[in-house]
């Protein structure tokens, strides 16, 4: 068995630890060279991006294909190098996924989202992301693949979470009044994957997150809390001088649902709120 991906990093990185033991073997592209040569220390095929044979050849004997690359202003730059690839191959993958973002939702005013829910992006990236979601269910029905969506809150998990932005006295609970978001570990990500892998579903869409979203505020001081370090103050939003990009993300607050991949794919997070994420991570000693 065989994953291809295409955009190898935090996520796919996770995925791959959980399906290598199972004899999973493990192929992605790359762009530079370091980048290469981190794949194979890592236990993957490195697959230059200007080797579209190899590509080809690869994905012919590929059961998962997973995409996570972010969609730019042409597009999603996958689609570009796959579709080519897999005609060329002439053998399709039982699976094929793609990590979208909860920003295709827009802003809920902190109300529940679901798969069903109107989306209303609000930002460049929310946009580009409906746009690219719509481009692979496309291709999917046009080529016979089995093509399903995730759409992802902020993933978080070991070298990535507010320990870090706090040993590093980068962490800061900044206030915004009735903003919410939800999030996942990145291991539930992976095995939320691992899940529809098993039970693939052409044009299926979820929402892969734990069951409680939260305030930026409650997370920091509950990880302050688990190091033994004096919790930050609390910063109004007007006056933490933050970017365009970071106010567009705190304009925007709603809670997902995470009820269709429970009662589809019979997933279920392991760390169904911050808390036991945050514990799981310290225990591990991140």
Not at 121 to 126: I, K, L, T
Request: aromatic residues 8%; proline residues 8%; glycine residues 12%.
């Amino acid at each position: 068995m065989r994953l291809f991906v295409f955009g190898y990093g935090f996520s796919a990185r996770a995925l791959a630890r959980r399906l290598r033991p199972q004899g999973w073997d493990v192929a992605a592209t790359f762009r530079r060279p370091e980048a290469g040569a981190a794949l194979a220390a890592d236990g993957v095929t490195a697959l230059p991006l200007g080797d579209r044979d190899a590509i080809a050849e690869a994905l012919a004997g590929t059961q998962a294909l997973l995409v996570t690359a972010p969609p730019g202003p042409e597009g999603c730059p996958a689609l570009q190098v796959l579709v080519p690839a897999l005609a060329r191959a002439g053998a399709f993958p039982d699976w094929t996924g793609y990590l979208s973002t909860t920003g295709v939702y827009g802003d809920r005013r902190g109300g529940w989202v679901f798969e069903t829910s109107r989306l209303a992006a609000q930002s460049v990236e929310g946009a580009r992301r409906v746009g690219a979601e719509r481009d692979w269910l496309e291709v999917g029905r046009g080529m016979g693949l089995t093509v399903t969506v995730f759409r992802l809150p902020g993933i978080y998990g070991p070298g990535r979470s507010a320990f870090d932005r706090l040993r590093a006295g980068q962490a800061r609970r900044i206030v915004a009044p009735g903003q919410v978001f939800s999030r996942i570990h990145v291991d539930d990500l992976a095995t939320g994957l691992e899940a529809s892998i098993a039970a693939p579903r052409a044009g299926g869409i979820y929402n892969l997150c734990d069951d409680e979203p939260a305030p930026n505020p409650d997370v920091v001081a509950y990880a302050a809390g688990l190091l033994g370090l004096p919790v930050p103050q609390e910063i109004p939003l007007a006056e933490a001088g933050l970017g365009p990009q970071a106010m567009r993300f705190y304009a925007e607050s709603k809670r997902i649902s995470n009820a269709r991949a429970k009662a589809e794919l019979g997933w279920r997070p392991a760390y169904p709120t911050y808390r036991e994420g945050l514990r799981a991570i310290l225990a591990a000693g991140g």
